[in-house]
């Protein structure tokens, strides 16, 4: 059993920063894949970015450049450091895990105003 608590979301201002955390109940022995989606009204949950066990990253196109997803394993913590933060940023950002299962984080929000 995996369990995600995000945290680190709130408002901030058009061109501003973020940190997202997410504490990996744990550790990340076992998960062979770790990942920040975000999901607005109405729409589904979309990949934001992944990190392989090995270290391999990968980022949607929209926030490459910007976001830069990482680990702390002395912390047992995944974030999600977002720069230059965009009003469509905007959106519930949630920590995943990949083992045997899925697991899902509870979702934290991130609003950016213009």
């Known amino acids: 059993q995996v369990q995600l608590v995000e945290s680190g979301g709130g408002l901030v201002q058009g061109g501003g920063s973020l940190r997202l955390s997410c504490a990996v109940s744990g550790g990340f022995r076992g998960i062979n894949f770790m990942g920040w989606y975000r999901q607005t009204p109405g729409n589904q949950r979309e990949l934001v970015a992944r990190i392989r066990s090995d270290g391999a990253t990968n980022y949607a196109a929209s926030v490459k450049g910007r976001f830069t997803i990482s680990r702390d394993y002395a912390k047992n913590t995944l974030y999600l450091q977002m720069n230059s933060l965009k009003p469509e940023d905007t959106a519930v950002y949630y920590c995943?895990?990949?083992?045997?299962?899925?697991?899902w984080g509870q979702g934290t929000q991130v609003t950016v105003s213009s």
């Open positions: 995943n895990a990949e083992r045997a299962y899925v697991y």
